[in-house]
Nanobody, 115 residues
Framework: QVQLVESGGGLVQAGGSLRLSCAAS????????MGWYRQAPGKQRELVAG???????NYAEAVKGRFTITRDNAKNTVYLQMNSLKPEDTGVYYC?????????WGQGTQVTVSS
């Protein structure tokens, strides 16, 4: 199994920045891809940024140029640097780890951007 613990959420004004962290533990050597998703009130969960085992990244159009996903292998941690935040970025952000046999989710961290 894999355990994922997110941190770094909070309240920030529009135009501000936050960095989310996702610490992974367990059978982390079996992780293929990792990503950050978000769910706004009344909306479906959506992919924000993804990172493959090989290091390729992909981003939702709405966050391209503002968000950056990175990984620190020594700390078994994935980060999401969020700059130029907008009120529409508000939501619960979830870390995700995809293995060959299962997908795991963190508990989520709330991000609120005020206008």
């Amino acid at each position: 199994q894999v355990q994922l613990v997110e941190s770094g959420g909070g309240l920030v004004q529009a135009g501000g920045s936050l960095r989310l962290s996702c610490a992974a533990s367990g059978i982390i050597g079996s992780i293929n891809d990792m990503g950050w998703y978000r769910q706004a009130p009344g909306k479906q969960r959506e992919l924000v940024a993804g990172l493959t085992r090989g290091g390729s990244t992909n981003y939702a159009e709405a966050v391209k140029g503002r968000f950056t996903i990175t990984r620190d292998n020594a700390k078994n941690t994935v980060y999401l640097q969020m700059n130029s935040l907008k009120p529409e970025d508000t939501g619960v952000y979830y870390c995700n780890a995809v293995l060959k046999i299962a997908t795991y989710w963190g508990q989520g961290t709330q991000v609120t951007v005020s206008s």
